[in-house]
Nanobody
């Protein structure tokens, strides 16, 4: 099984930046699709960014050009968030998926407000 822990959330002003980190309990990035999802107040959870084998990348239209997902050679996946806007306010969740296996972290709060 895989356990995921998110960190890096916080309160920022519009236009600010944050980098979220997801740390896995074991190495999974060689075979798993790793992703960031978010759930804003009163909204359903939505996909933000996904990175997978073979350099597969996918971003939500709302974050293209502002957010960047990446991974290192160990157990971490990152979400660089630039030019944050109030509509980005949400709990951000890390996800690991491989075939029928699907794991979620507990989430980290990102609040964008002046």
């Amino acid at each position: 099984q895989v356990q995921l822990v998110e960190s890096g959330g916080g309160l920022v002003q519009p236009g600010g930046s944050l980098r979220l980190t997801c740390t896995a309990s074991r190495t999974v990035f060689n075979s798993y699709f790793m992703g960031w999802y978010r759930q804003g107040p009163g909204k359903e959870r939505e996909m933000v960014a996904i990175i997978g084998p073979g350099s597969t990348l996918r971003y939500a239209d709302s974050v293209k050009g502002r957010f960047t997902i990446s991974r290192d050679t160990s157990k971490n996946v990152y979400l660089q968030m630039n030019n944050l806007q109030p509509e980005d306010t949400a709990v951000y969740y890390c996800n690991a998926k491989y075939r029928s296996q699907n794991y979620w972290g507990q989430g980290t709060q990102v609040t964008v407000s002046s």
